[in-house]
């Protein structure tokens, strides 16, 4: 019987490594971290978050020899020119969540809008040593909220209410979460092409 294929998922944000390895279970594959392979840190230079994804992807899977997912990620706010977009995880100068959210709050309260519009966004992509096998989008629209709801998640979860749960993303269970978040939805395209390069291998 064949062993299970490796993959490095290119992230040390925790958050996401558990939603990742969620979001993975039943597919027959290792999850090794970027820690455990001894990854470099990638730069986020790219201007998209499908250029920073596919970056940090070629790069670890190209230092580690072995297939790699990684992601870019973050929120969208129309009325603020589609900020924090790419510069989600350091908004703000601390760059932790509760000083980026605290930033988010403040420039929403000066739009002088009830739950205005935001997306969340995440670009994800499968790449070998050799590049780029797949790069795919996954999308949720919803709202912010002025104040903060729930303690589940990370980031801006807290602040991002989503319709058709009726609650923050932060209230949510993962299982709900999963169910309609951009991250989900990246992923679960993304493993079609993961389960097709297991199957070629």
Do not use: W
């Not at 205005?116 to 629209?141: H, I, K, S």
């Not at 932060?170 to 991250?183: M, P, Y």
């Amino acid at each position: 019987m064949a062993e299970p294929r490796r993959i490095v998922l290119a992230t040390r944000n925790r958050g996401k490594l558990r939603e990742l390895a969620k979001l993975l279970e039943g597919v027959d594959v290792v999850l090794l971290t970027a820690d455990e392979v001894d990854a470099p840190d990638v730069e986020e230079t790219g201007e998209t978050f499908e250029e920073n994804a596919e970056l940090k992807a070629t790069e670890i899977a190209r230092a580690s020899g072995l297939l790699a997912i990684a992601d870019d990620s973050g929120l969208e706010v129309p009325d603020l020119g589609g900020e924090p977009g790419v510069r989600s995880a350091r908004y703000s100068p601390e760059g932790t969540d509760a000083a980026n959210n605290a930033k988010l709050r403040a420039e929403v309260a000066r739009l002088d809008l009830e739950r205005p519009l935001a997306r969340f966004v995440c670009a994800m992509c499968l790449a070998d040593p050799d590049g780029v096998v797949a790069t795919v989008r996954g999308e949720v629209e919803g709202n912010l909220l002025a104040e903060p709801r729930g303690e589940n998640g990370f980031g801006y979860d807290p602040l991002f209410f989503q319709a058709d749960l009726g609650k923050s993303f932060a209230e949510a269970s993962a299982e709900e979460k999963h169910g309609v978040s951009h991250r989900g939805k990246a992923l679960r395209k993304l493993v079609e092409h993961l389960m097709a390069r297991i199957v070629d291998a």
